[in-house]
């Protein structure tokens, strides 16, 4: 006997069909379904102080420097002493060469461009330690509470699932990399004579924008792929500093030992600054290689985390 | 209370999801009514896959599941109109009770002045709105749980599955959870709840889907699954005051197949004319001065009903 099949046709339970709720809610699809995931996510970030005063410091202690270097470099470029230097304010004008020509302060401004590139460039290791710290867990600890199936009970894919976590890390990516950049061009640009800033480097605000957004791009996804592939933060943290170290010396090696640049492509950071020298039209000499290659190599962490993303997520159905 | 045949909240026909080589369920062919229904099998017998699968966590490897009508795997329109408790812990110890159940709202679509209404009436109803504001991390494992079963239900969903709702709930936190469930049901909410304590589910309903090794090996009610197996004896216990006189006598009746005395006196007869015994115990005890105390079925209960399905030795 199969109880199965011969059990089915009786069925004399309690039934509640008669009083049976039609759906009264209300259905309201919107394109932002990322934006709760988005929200709580940051919540939640914000509210842990510790993390956030010692990861933030650094960029923030930079930015303020930096803003006060570019603003005293472009004041003496109009021959003015700085306010708050003071005395200081003369002999610095003459240590940086003086000012009060359009050339010199053409030069000058020049002078200023090349600090935020180097700007860039140094707060980018600050970039990845906030997107790293603030993006480990956001796959992983979901895995490994196995809270991904509240998100996926809900009307809600997982494409919007991978937006939202995205978007909570690229937001750190923002707040270290692109937004002390456009305080430092904001310096320069209310500093400079005339808007001068503005008008001879103007294109800096954009490719600003570009840079930033590309290396938050590369270095947001990294770290997704990464926690999608790990089963706690911790792990994930460990990994993706693992990958940026092990990364940048193998590449550092190759290209040494082969006596070929082009190997430094395996480096995210070394193609992070090979592209901002051409991006910023500056020339730091060392590093003169294939550029082109440099964005195919980011273009193709790019791909590869989020082939890897993905995939682990389509996993996360399976318990 | 009617005894139509309403459409089923829960159509699978030779639903299969394998993880590997491994059999998660396989070849499952039910359907659900609406009403409470409960979920039973013992450890491994695909209960939550099966769950997952109606909550379109999974996708089946063959066959199809339809809920409230509709394939739910990647279908919002059902998810909105489903509620699911996990069996896995899922919560983010960081928010606040209130916070989680609002996200949870706000991920359904609802505007934030309603899901925060919504969330703290959820939280009411498993009795968790003293400790709205307070983080999850730090709740007991029954909080957690409840807070769980408040996501589940906040949006009032038509359908409500939860996976082991009772687990880690204290015996008061229990009976409010069982009287919630009633509530819904009366409500007019479908519930499916899986478990594998047997108690737990005749405490809230007869209507019960049998699981085992993936496969169903029964649904309906636990009395007419019961009236199934008939090649197992029906099983009666009398207490009496001279078991071993009413023994004797009772051995003798047609259909009784066997009459032990068990621990503490108890008389237990094996029937396979249930109504004949009824008929004639009372004349018989009678006549044999048995003093009857009490009698009952030992079978009618699910404990009975799944030793015999899964084929124990009762």
């Known amino acids: 006997m199969n109880p199965g099949t011969e059990a089915a046709p009786a069925n004399r339970a309690e039934m509640h069909g008669g009083a049976w709720r039609p759906w009264s809610g209300e259905r309201r699809p919107s394109r932002l379904r990322a934006a709760p995931i988005v929200r709580a996510g940051l919540r939640i970030a914000l509210r842990k102080k510790l993390p956030l005063v010692l990861l933030f410091l650094p960029p923030v202690v930079a930015t303020i420097i930096f803003s006060f270097v570019v603003y005293t470099v472009a004041a003496l470029a109009q021959g003015m002493a700085p306010a708050g230097l003071g005395g200081a304010g003369g002999a610095m004008g003459q240590a940086m060469g003086g000012a009060g020509g359009a050339g010199d302060i053409v030069k000058q401004l020049v002078r200023v461009r090349e600090m935020i590139v180097g700007f860039h460039l140094s707060t980018d290791f600050f970039s990845v330690l906030l997107m790293a710290w603030f993006g480990a867990g956001l796959l992983a600890d979901d895995r490994k509470s196995g809270a991904h199936l509240l998100y996926f009970a809900r009307p809600l894919t997982r494409f919007d699932y991978l937006l939202g976590k995205f978007c909570i890390v690229a937001a750190f990516g923002v707040l270290g990399s692109i937004l002390p950049g456009l305080v430092i061009i904001s310096v320069a640009v209310a500093a400079s004579p005339d808007w001068s800033f503005l008008q001879q480097e103007g294109s800096v605000v954009w490719k600003t924008l570009l840079f930033g957004g590309a290396w938050t791009l590369v270095v947001s996804s990294l770290v997704l792929a990464v926690s999608s592939l790990s089963t706690r933060k911790s792990y994930a943290l460990a990994g993706v500093f693992a990958w940026f170290m092990f990364s940048g010396a193998t590449a550092l090696l190759l290209s040494r030992l082969l006596k070929d640049r082009d190997w430094l492509a395996l480096s995210p950071v070394q193609c992070g600054v090979r592209i901002a020298e051409d991006l910023f039209d500056m020339r730091l000499g060392v590093r003169d290689w294939n550029t082109p290659l440099a964005w195919t190599a980011w273009g193709l962490v790019v791909a590869l985390s989020w082939t890897i993303i993905w995939w682990r997520t389509r996993r996360l159905e399976v318990v | ?314």
């Open chain 2, 1 to 314: 209370m009617t005894h139509a045949s309403p459409a089923p909240v829960v159509r699978a026909k030779d639903l299969a999801r394998f993880y590997g080589d491994v059999v998660g369920v396989c070849d499952l062919t039910v359907d659900i009514p609406p009403g409470t229904v409960g979920l039973l099998g013992p450890t491994g017998a695909g209960k939550s896959t099966f769950l997952k699968l109606l909550a379109g966590e999974l996708k089946p490897s063959r066959g199809s599941i339809e809920v409230l009508g509709a394939p739910p795997f990647a279908n919002p329109a059902v998810h909105s109109r489903l509620g699911f408790c996990p069996q896995q812990d899922a919560l983010w110890d960081d928010m606040t009770a209130l916070e989680f159940v609002e996200f949870l709202l706000r991920l359904s679509g609802f505007e934030p002045a309603r899901a925060r209404k919504a969330a703290l009436v959820a939280l009411e109803r498993v009795q968790l709105v003293d400790a709205k504001d307070r983080r999850l991390g730090g709740f007991s494992k029954g909080m957690r749980q409840r807070a769980r079963i408040a996501q589940s239900i906040a949006h009032e969903p038509q359908l409500v599955v939860l996976d082991e709702p009772l687990t880690g709930l204290d015996p008061l936190a229990r009976h409010a959870t069982l009287e919630l469930f009633r509530q819904l049901a009366a409500e007019g909410a479908s519930v499916l709840f899986s478990t594998h304590v047997l108690h737990e589910v005749e405490a809230l309903t007869t209507n019960v889907v049998l699981l085992h090794r993936g496969r169903l090996l029964a649904r309906g009610e636990v009395p007419a699954i019961r009236a199934l197996l008939d090649r197992h004896p029906r099983r009666y216990s009398i207490q009496a005051r001279e078991p071993r006189r009413l023994a004797r006598e009772l051995v003798e009746l047609e259909g009784v197949e066997a009459v032990r005395i068990a621990e503490g006196g108890m008389l237990v007869v094996e029937t396979r004319q249930p109504e004949r015994l009824l008929e004639a115990l009372p004349a018989i005890a009678s006549a044999a001065r048995a003093g009857i105390g009490a009698f009952e079925s030992r079978d009618e209960g699910l404990e009975a009903v799944f030793d015999y399905l899964m084929g124990g030795s009762t």
